[in-house]
């Protein structure tokens, strides 16, 4: 109607500026370094392998005795079937002269990356927990990762060598659990366990002693401790030796400790 003010115009929007994103700020080289229990493998010309050809990393050695690699399958395994694509594995190594013994980690938890060279943020991870046994060393994915028609420079799979790259990790806090001779892998049997007799109302303190048994750390100060008998145990036991000559307790060597 005549006589009222118009009413102001709304005001547009003011765009804020759009800040550019740097180039080259998430390339491989500025990913950070492998850590302690991690180790970096590259694949070069990974399209050169035939389907069910394989390649392994070098060892990588954790604190303790949890020792791994790398097993590639560039092209694939049989299992893999088309498309091709990567296959990749943890494999565990048992310690130099365990081969006739039954050995387990349990509880592992492991991880496999393809690193993208141009954006790591487009970097392929999968990851479990697994126990490896002697039966079965070996744990990973037949597909999930790379397909073949994918590994190319310009995608950023593979760097100006024509080198694939991958990273795998392990992290296991249980120490490595030796069982002698030839056991069936039949559930608990196969790692040695065997329980603890409820003798009355000794549950509780079951579970305890089998909590502080699988802290390494504790274990190890517990085998090493360096005790003496009791003058009269240690007398009747030498046939009369004199106080503090007695034998030490038995020394059982300390399980190995295993830190993530």
């Keep these: ?3 009222c003010p118009l009413p102001a115009p709304e005001p547009s929007p ?9 180039k080259g700020m998430w390339t491989k080289d500025k990913l950070p370094a492998p850590r302690e229990h991690e180790l970096e493998f590259l694949v070069a010309d990974p399209k050169s392998y035939r389907q069910g050809k394989s390649v392994l ?7 303790g005795a949890l020792r791994f690699r790398l097993l590639v399958f560039p092209m694939g395994t049989e299992s893999t079937q088309k498309p091709e694509q990567i296959a990749a594995f943890v494999e565990v190594v048992p310690p130099d002269g365990s081969q006739d013994i039954r050995w387990a980690f349990e509880g592992v938890r492991y991880q496999i990356s393809v690193i993208n060279w141009h954006d790591y943020r487009r970097t392929v991870t999968q ?3 697994f126990t490896f046994q002697r039966d079965s060393a070996d744990r990973g994915w037949h597909r ?12 950023g799979w593979l760097n100006e060598k024509g080198e694939l790259c991958l990273r795998a990790s392990c992290s296991a806090r249980r120490a490595m659990l030796h069982v002698a001779g030839s056991l069936p892998s039949a559930g608990r049997r196969s790692v040695g366990y065997v329980g603890l007799k409820n003798h009355g109302a000794t549950c509780y303190m079951n579970c305890l002693l089998q909590t502080l048994f699988h802290i390494g750390q504790f274990r190890h100060i517990v085998y090493s401790i360096n005790c003496r008998e009791p003058a009269d145990q ?9 106080d503090g000559d007695g034998p030490s307790c038995d020394e059982r060597p300390a399980l190995p ?4």
Excluded: C, H, R, Y
């Design 144 to 155: 999930g990762f790379l397909k073949a028609s994918e590994m190319t420079a310009k995608e």
């Design 1 to 3: 109607p005549a006589g």
């Design 257 to 260: 400790l295993l830190v993530a």
């Design 234 to 242: 240690a007398t009747a036991q030498t046939g009369g030796a004199a």
């Design 127 to 129: 990851s479990d927990t």
């Design 14 to 22: 003011v765009e804020e500026p759009q800040l550019p994103v740097a």
């Design 57 to 63: 990393s070098p060892i990588l050695a954790l604190q």
